[in-house]
């Protein structure tokens, strides 16, 4: 199975730390972040893995190559401007065709999440995407569901008036499981955004569904959440295995 991690943007809300370091390469216990995230797909039997670059790709290059060091192919796409969540997933359409399904993670989403059961639950529903969720009281997005899983409402980024009256506190993790049927969903002439422009146009299908979280999760994107990822895996808190 094959998977995509997204690396391209600037990271600019962790301030002086992601000045000169894209955000992908912040050292957890001295290894780069997304050494723990290659690392816990290929523990998930993920044997190919699709990497999007923009900001100091060179750093991501030089540190990974090819991946045949792990016994682990990479494929990086360079985006010239970014083309957004959804758009740099557009580019990589070849790469994913021939799938019967994929994987995509926010590369700043540290997490030892079952992706095997993820992948399963995939299969099984027949979904279009099913999303890695979790609980939370606030946050950017609010996902709306039924007790198979199937998604009946998502609202990304919602004002005040807009969560008035919804209860859910589901929200998205940042991981999510793709049938290569949702590529006509993404335009093709545009920057596009996965929870934007795809997971909310897709809800009336009724093949969105939503899995929820077993696992640590950490969003790594203020430093104080950066602080969060590194105390829990100097602790044993977040059970992954990294690319050594």
């Not at 991501?60 to 990086?76: A, C, K, N, V």
């Not at 009724?206 to 999760?217: A, I, K, M, N």
Request: aromatic share 10%.
């Amino acid at each position: 199975m094959k998977a995509m991690v997204l690396c391209a943007g600037f990271g600019t809300r962790l301030g002086d730390l992601t000045r000169e370091v894209p955000k992908p390469m912040l050292l957890l216990e001295g290894h780069p972040l997304l050494a723990y995230l290659l690392g816990h797909l290929k523990s998930h039997s993920f044997d190919q893995v699709a990497v999007n670059l923009h900001f100091m790709p060179g750093t991501i290059r030089t540190y990974f190559g090819d991946g045949s060091r792990w016994q682990l192919p990479l494929s990086y796409s360079f985006e010239e401007a970014l083309l957004g969540t959804a758009g740099g997933l557009k580019k990589v359409q070849p790469f994913f065709e021939q799938e019967q399904a994929f994987l995509v993670q926010y590369g700043d989403v540290l997490t030892d999440q079952d992706f095997s059961a993820l992948a399963r639950f995939h299969h099984e529903k027949r979904a279009l995407i099913t999303m890695l969720i979790h609980e939370r009281a606030r946050s950017n997005s609010v996902v709306s569901l039924d007790p198979s899983g199937r998604i009946n409402g998502f609202l990304e980024r919602p004002s005040e008036e807009m969560r008035a009256g919804v209860k859910s506190a589901w929200v998205n993790s940042g991981v999510c499981v793709c049938s290569p049927e949702i590529f006509p969903f993404i335009p093709a002439d545009r920057p596009a955004d996965l929870p934007r422009d795809v997971f909310a146009r897709l809800v009336e299908s009724g093949r969105l569904y939503g899995f929820p979280l077993t696992g640590y999760r950490c969003a790594i994107d203020s430093p104080e959440r950066l602080a969060e990822a590194r105390l829990a895996v100097a602790q044993g808190r977040c059970h992954i295995r990294r690319l050594e």
